[in-house]
Nanobody, 121 residues
Framework: QVQLVESGGASVQAGGSLRLSCAAS?????MGWFRQAPGKEREGAAA????????YYAESVKGRFTISRDSAKNTVYLQMNSLKLEDTDQYYC?????????????????WGQGTQVTVST
């Protein structure tokens, strides 16, 4: 069993930065960050392999978001720069792949409760 707790969501102006954190209790392998707006499907933003050597990004965030992990703290981070209005979403952390598609919401066994990111002008 893995429990995930996200933090770091906030309201920020367009062009600004935020760093989200996801602390895992238990044995987490692949981890990912997903986002979802009301009424829309949850979409993958970024994912990272167990050792941190491989990362994956959605085209919409590539070059602006960076996923990383601190294995000693069992925590994964999402550094978000140059935030846009369309980045406004509830962000969710996920852990432990059950399918080899790291940016698919159907691929993870465990989910956090989410943290809200709101980008405004």
């Amino acid at each position: 069993q893995v429990q995930l707790v996200e933090s770091g969501g906030a309201s920020v102006q367009a062009g600004g930065s935020l760093r989200l954190s996801c602390a895992a209790s238990g044995s987490a392998d692949f981890m990912g960050w997903f986002r979802q707006a009301p009424g829309k499907e949850r979409e993958g933003a970024a994912a990272i392999s167990t050792g941190g050597g491989r990362t994956y990004y959605a085209e919409s965030v590539k070059g602006r978001f960076t996923i990383s992990r601190d294995s000693a703290k069992n925590t994964v981070y999402l550094q978000m720069n140059s935030l846009k209005l369309e980045d406004t979403d509830q962000y969710y952390c996920a852990a432990n792949l059950v399918r080899a598609v790291p940016l698919s919401h159907a691929s993870y066994r465990y989910w956090g409760q989410g943290t809200q990111v709101t980008v405004s002008t």
